[in-house]
């Protein structure tokens, strides 16, 4: 593989295809900061999606809340969503409310014949997970998990990279992610740290997910055996122990991640894939709003390659729009996502016993 020549369409969208109609109406459930400061302005911006739709807890921040774009047509209430208003006005459903009322949103949207994309996790639990890619498939919709690396153009190009050999056979992957989230979100009662909605933990769960989830990606793979370690001393971490986690992926052919995250700690992210010729390594990797950078070692050659960075949100509603113009069934779904919150619960309990778990 020409490399160089191969990196020249850094942010070529490989997964577009053309389309004679649109576009995807969405209706954005949860008016937290980031569907307010990132994913309606990313589909005004997209080329195939428009917001006509949001829906909130509250009415009355609803209807504030249609001010966000001049295609919002109508601010409905949760229980309205559920009860079926103004279901004509849109196509697919964005759900971004805390993780433990994913499952209610997707099951009316599902009910509903409409398209689906899940933040990320699915759910809080394994339980509710399986019951979110249920509802999913019993419907038959088009169903989709936000995770946003898999359409981000660095993880993309790094994929063909590894596909085409140009660091031998993978060997390893080394992952981390933090942020400091008592920072970001002071008041101890933010559902991230509390169990009853964030799921077991606050890190992993939320992002330790990410250079798991870009590992298997990257490997096309999953898991079957998992360690874990955490601790958590700050007290907005009373509720959840992984303040600080470490855990190892062991997948198929004996092929390990080593994954490391903190919502406690300098912001940083990186990712890293050793294989038995090179390796490829994306940093900043993970968050939205960082120049990142690909760098690829093999056979005695360092390229490192600077590219124009794209909007993660835009990139992954485009995607979700042409694919549902086109009639494909887009990925990853909800049963890919269902192995992550397996595989996290895994490495929960792994941490607990202080042992490996090996995944069914």
């Known amino acids: 593989m020409d490399v160089e020549s191969h990196l020249r369409s850094f942010t070529r969208r490989d997964w577009e295809e053309p389309i004679d109609d649109g576009p995807v109406r969405f209706a954005m459930v949860g008016l937290g900061w980031w569907t ?5 302005p990313a589909v005004a911006d997209s080329d195939y999606c428009e917001t006509t739709v949001i829906v909130s807890r509250s009415k009355e921040k609803a209807v504030e809340s249609t001010a966000l774009a001049d295609s919002i047509e109508h601010g409905l209430s949760g229980e ?24 209610e949103y997707v099951r009316t949207a ?12 699915m759910e809080a639990s394994v339980e509710r997970a399986r019951e979110v890619a249920a509802a999913c498939d019993d419907a038959d919709v088009p169903d ?22 140009v660091v031998g056979d993978p060997v390893c992957v ?3 992610m933090s942020q400091r989230l008592p920072e970001i979100f002071p008041d101890t009662g933010h559902w991230r740290y509390r169990r009853e909605l964030s799921g077991p933990g606050a890190t992993i769960m939320d992002i330790g997910l990410y250079p798991l989830n870009t ?10 055996a998992v360690q874990g370690a955490t601790h958590s001393s700050h007290d907005a971490f009373e509720d959840v122990p992984d303040e600080y986690a470490a855990f190892t992926l062991q997948f ?49 050659t360092t390229v490192d390659h600077a590219f124009e960075q794209v909007d993660q949100m835009r990139e992954e509603c485009d995607y979700l729009g042409n694919f549902l113009l086109t009639g494909r069934k887009p990925s990853p779904d909800t049963e890919h996502g269902l192995v992550d919150v ?5 490495i929960y309990d792994a941490a607990d016993r202080g042992s490996v778990v090996t995944l069914e």
């Open 80 to 103: 309205e969503y559920h009860a079926g208003v103004a279901a004509d006005a849109y196509d697919a459903v964005y759900v971004c409310t805390p993780n433990a009322a994913h499952l």
């Open 110 to 121: 599902a009910e509903l014949g409409k398209g689906v994309l899940c933040e990320k996790p």
């Open 215 to 224: 590992a298997r990606f990257l490997l096309d793979a999953d898991p079957v």
């Open 36 to 40: 307010r400061e990132m994913a309606i």
């Open 174 to 176: 080394h992952g981390h």
């Open 252 to 300: 198929p052919d004996h092929v390990y991640a080593a994954c490391t995250a903190s919502q406690n700690a300098y912001r940083s992210s990186h990712l890293k894939v050793v294989g038995t010729a090179g390796e490829v390594t994306i940093e900043p990797a993970f968050f939205d709003r960082q120049d990142r950078r690909l760098t690829l070692r093999s056979g005695g």
């Open 342 to 346: 397996e595989t996290m619960a895994a």
């Open 144 to 165: 989709m998990v936000g995770y946003r690396m898999q359409t981000e153009p660095a993880v993309r190009r790094a994929k063909e990279l590894i596909e085409a050999g």
